[in-house]
C-alpha cells in the first residue's frame, strides 16, 4: 500500500473521521473531523465510505511525499495547495504517483483542508474510530498531531459503491460560509432577558485567538442572566454556545467536554456544525435564530443536495 510521508507537518495535521459515537455518557467526546461536510465530501470524491479516516490540517498545510500511486482530493478550505510545485484545485479528485509531493500552505479562506486518499489513512481504531483526541492522546497516529519525519500507511483499495466526480466549488462554499450559524434556542434561553437574547442575536462576535478544538471562545456583546443562578452538571452537546463567567459565548466545538455547568443561550444547528468548523480567529460571526423545523429543513437540504452529486456505481 502508499506510504505517506511527512515533510512539513504545518501548524496543525491530525487524523480524523467522523468521530466515535455512543461514548459521552462515559466522558468520551465524538471528536471526528471539525468540518464532516467536507471530510464526507472528500471520501466520496476518491471512492471511500464517508466515514474513511483522512488528514485535517488547520490553518497552515502539510507537506507530504507519496511513496506509491494513489487517488486524493483536497476539500474544505483553500491552502493554495500544489503536485510538485503545480496548483491543485480543491473539490476535484486527482492522482499522485509515486515521489510526488503535496505541499498546502497558509489557509485563504476558513479554518481547515482535508486531504482524503483512497483507501483512507491506515491507523488503530480507538472506540470504533481513527479520530485523533489531543487532549486524552487518543486516537490517530499515537494520539497526537503529526511530526515532520512521520510515515502514514494508506489502507487497502476498497471497491467504491458511490462516488462523487466533482463538486461545484461555489455550492460548497456558500454551505461553508461563516458569517452567519444559525441556532435553536439553548435549554437556558429563557434565564435571559428578552433585551440581552434581541442583542445576541444582533450582534456580531469575534473568535479569540485561544480557540482551538474544544471550543471556540467569542467577544462581542455581554449576556449576563436576568439574576444569579447555580446549574447542576448536564449533557453538553457540540454546537451549544454556553455562557461563561466573564458573560462572553463559547462555542462548543468537536473535542468538547461531554458535561457542564454553564448556561447555554443556543446551540447551532447540524447542517451549521462544519461552517462553525471553519471559523478561524478574528473571524466576525453572529447568530440566526430559527425554529427547530427550519433546523430538520436545512439538514434534509444538506443531505439531498451531497446524495444529488452522487453517482451509483
Not at 464532516?36 to 472528500?42: E, H, M, Q, T
Not at 482530493?73 to 491552502?79: H, I, K
Not at 467577544?219 to 466573564?246: C, K, N, Y
Request: proline fraction near 7%.
Amino acid at each position: 500500500m502508499p506510504l505517506i510521508r511527512v515533510l512539513d507537518a504545518g501548524l496543525l495535521t491530525t487524523v480524523q473521521d467522523l468521530g466515535r459515537l455512543g461514548y459521552a455518557d462515559l466522558g468520551v467526546p465524538v471528536s471526528g473531523a471539525a468540518d464532516a461536510f467536507s471530510l464526507r465530501l472528500g471520501n466520496l470524491l476518491v471512492g471511500n465510505s464517508e466515514n474513511a479516516a483522512a488528514l485535517e490540517m488547520t490553518l497552515l498545510g502539510a507537506a507530504m511525499e507519496f511513496d506509491g500511486v494513489a487517488l486524493v482530493a483536497l476539500t474544505g478550505s483553500d491552502f493554495g495547495s500544489t503536485l510538485d510545485g503545480d496548483p491543485v484545485p480543491n473539490w476535484v479528485p486527482f492522482e499522485v504517483e509515486r515521489g510526488q509531493t503535496i505541499r498546502c500552505g497558509a489557509s485563504r479562506a476558513g479554518a481547515r483542508c482535508y486531504l482524503c486518499v483512497h483507501g483512507g489513512i491506515d491507523v488503530p481504531l480507538v472506540l470504533g474510530s481513527a479520530s485523533t483526541h489531543l487532549l486524552t492522546a487518543m486516537g490517530g497516529l499515537e494520539g497526537r498531531a503529526l511530526r515532520a519525519g512521520d510515515a502514514l500507511c494508506v489502507g487497502p483499495p476498497v471497491p467504491p459503491h458511490v462516488i462523487i466526480r466533482q463538486v461545484h466549488p461555489q455550492r460548497a462554499a456558500a454551505y461553508l460560509r461563516r458569517d452567519v450559524l444559525r441556532v435553536t434556542e439553548g435549554p437556558q434561553f429563557n434565564w435571559f432577558p428578552p433585551a440581552i437574547c434581541a442583542s445576541f442575536f444582533q450582534t456580531s462576535y469575534l473568535v479569540s485567538e485561544d480557540s482551538d478544538r474544544a471550543g471556540l471562545p467569542l467577544r462581542g456583546a455581554p449576556l449576563p442572566l436576568s439574576q444569579s443562578r447555580e446549574m447542576l452538571v448536564e449533557g453538553v452537546a457540540q454546537g451549544a454556545l454556553e455562557i461563561s463567567p466573564d458573560t462572553q459565548p463559547l462555542l462548543v466545538t468537536v473535542d468538547h467536554q461531554t458535561t457542564g455547568v454553564c448556561p447555554k443561550i443556543a446551540n447551532v444547528i447540524s447542517a451549521d456544525l462544519s461552517r462553525a468548523g471553519q471559523l478561524r480567529p478574528q473571524d466576525s460571526v453572529r447568530f440566526e435564530l430559527v425554529s427547530l423545523e427550519a433546523a430538520q429543513s436545512a439538514a434534509r437540504q444538506q443531505e439531498e443536495w451531497i446524495y444529488s452529486l452522487v453517482q451509483l456505481q
